[in-house]
C-alpha cells in the first residue's frame, strides 16, 4: 500500500495509483516548515491536497514543447531560435551571461551538453510597414511584430527528462512559497495584536491607577480622562476580540496546514501556462490580413507561463540543449562598458 493508502486506511483496490514522486514532494514542503508536522494527520492532508497539483503541473510541463539546439547554425535553420533571438550573436550573448550554464560544465567536466530552461518577455509591438495591397506596395501598412528580450537561463539539467522534472519539483515549490507567505502573514498579525494586547493592558491598569502617584499628591484630577479610559478600554475589548478570531494557539498550526493545503488546491489558478500561436515571417512580422511574408513564415506555439507575484509577469518558456563546444566565454562587464555607458 502507497503512500496515501496507509495515510488514510484505504485498501489499493480502492484508490487510484500513487504518483512515486508524491513521497519526496511531501518531505520536501515539510523541510521548509518542519512545526507542521504537529499538526494532525500532518502527511495524509498535504498528500490529498498535493496529488491534484502534482497532476495538474505535470500535465503543464509534458505540454512544453522539445529542446531546441542554441547555436548560430539553429538561427537559420529552427524558426523558434530564429524568432527568439534577433541576430546569431545574440545566442552566444545570452548563454555566455548564464552563470547556471557555466557552473554546471564547471561542475560536470565529462558533460558534452546541457538542457536548459530559458525564460523571455514577448512583447507585440504594432508598426507601419511595407506591405503588397491589390496592385501596389505600400509602406503605411499596420504590421505587428514579435520581440523577445530579457532572455534569462538559470536552470540547467544534464537531460531533458530530468530537467523536466526538475522544473515541476520548481513549481510545486511555488505553491508552497504562495501558502506559507500566506502562513507568516498570519503569524505576523498573532503576534502583533498579541504585542497590541499587553501594551493595551499596561495603559489600561494606569490609568485606572491615575492618582495612586503624582497626581494625587498635587491635587490633580485622581480620577483620569474618563473618556481616555472608555476608549482604551473599548481598543482592548476589539483587540481580544480579533485574537479570538485566529483560534487558539493549539489550533495555529493545523490551521496553518490548512492554509497550505489550499495553495495547493487552487494551483490550477495559481500556476497556469497558455499556448499563443501566431504565425510570423523571418521578420518576425505577425502575417495576417495580407500583411508579411507568408511564403516564408512559419506558425510558432509560444508557451506563456504566469508567475506569481505582485504583480504577476508572463514569460515565454524554452528548453534549449547547448552543447559544450557552443559555450562562449563568461561575460565581462568590461567588454559590453560601452554599450552599458
Not at 505600400?138 to 530530468?162: M, N, Y
Not at 505553491?175 to 503576534?191: F, H, P, Q, W, Y
Amino acid at each position: 500500500m502507497g503512500l496515501i493508502g496507509r495515510l488514510f486506511g484505504a485498501k489499493d483496490a480502492d484508490r487510484a495509483p500513487e504518483d512515486p514522486r508524491l513521497r519526496h514532494v511531501v518531505a520536501r514542503v515539510l523541510e521548509m516548515h518542519s512545526r507542521l508536522r504537529l499538526a494532525p494527520r500532518c502527511e495524509a492532508r498535504l498528500a490529498a491536497a498535493m496529488a491534484p497539483a502534482l497532476s495538474h503541473i505535470g500535465e503543464l510541463v509534458a505540454g512544453a514543447p522539445r529542446a531546441h539546439q542554441a547555436n548560430t547554425a539553429a538561427w537559420s535553420a529552427d524558426p523558434y531560435v530564429r524568432a527568439y533571438f534577433a541576430a546569431p550573436d545574440d545566442i552566444n550573448q545570452v548563454l555566455a551571461r548564464s552563470g547556471a550554464l557555466h557552473d554546471y560544465f564547471d561542475e560536470h567536466p565529462g558533460a558534452s551538453s546541457a538542457y536548459a530552461v530559458m525564460g523571455m518577455t514577448m512583447t507585440e509591438r504594432n508598426t507601419l510597414g511595407v506591405a503588397r495591397v491589390g496592385e501596389q506596395t505600400r509602406s503605411d501598412v499596420p504590421q505587428t511584430t514579435l520581440g523577445f528580450s530579457d532572455h534569462h537561463i538559470r536552470l540547467c539539467g544534464g537531460d531533458e527528462e530530468g530537467l523536466r522534472e526538475e522544473v515541476t519539483q520548481r513549481m510545486m515549490d511555488q505553491l508552497a512559497i504562495e501558502g506559507l507567505a500566506k502562513v507568516a502573514a498570519d503569524t505576523s498579525m498573532r503576534e502583533d495584536l498579541e504585542q497590541e494586547r499587553a501594551l493595551l493592558a499596561t495603559r489600561l491598569r494606569l490609568l485606572e491607577r491615575q492618582g495612586a502617584g503624582l497626581r494625587g499628591m498635587v491635587g490633580t484630577d485622581a480620577k483620569g480622562d474618563p473618556g481616555e479610559l472608555a476608549r482604551v478600554r473599548a481598543e482592548a475589548q476589539e483587540n481580544e476580540e480579533r485574537l479570538k478570531s485566529l483560534g487558539p494557539r493549539s489550533e495555529v498550526l493545523s490551521r496553518q496546514l490548512d492554509t497550505l493545503c489550499d495553495a495547493y488546491a487552487s494551483a490550477g489558478e495559481l500556476l497556469t501556462v497558455s499556448t499563443l500561436q501566431r504565425r510570423v515571417d523571418r521578420m518576425n512580422v505577425v502575417v495576417q490580413h495580407g500583411v508579411g511574408d507568408e511564403a516564408q513564415s512559419q506558425v510558432l506555439q509560444l508557451r506563456v507561463a504566469r508567475v506569481p507575484g505582485d504583480p504577476p509577469q508572463h514569460r515565454v518558456l524554452a528548453i534549449l540543449q547547448v552543447a559544450r563546444t557552443d559555450m562562449p566565454r563568461a561575460a565581462n562587464l568590461l567588454d559590453n562598458a560601452d554599450r552599458l555607458l
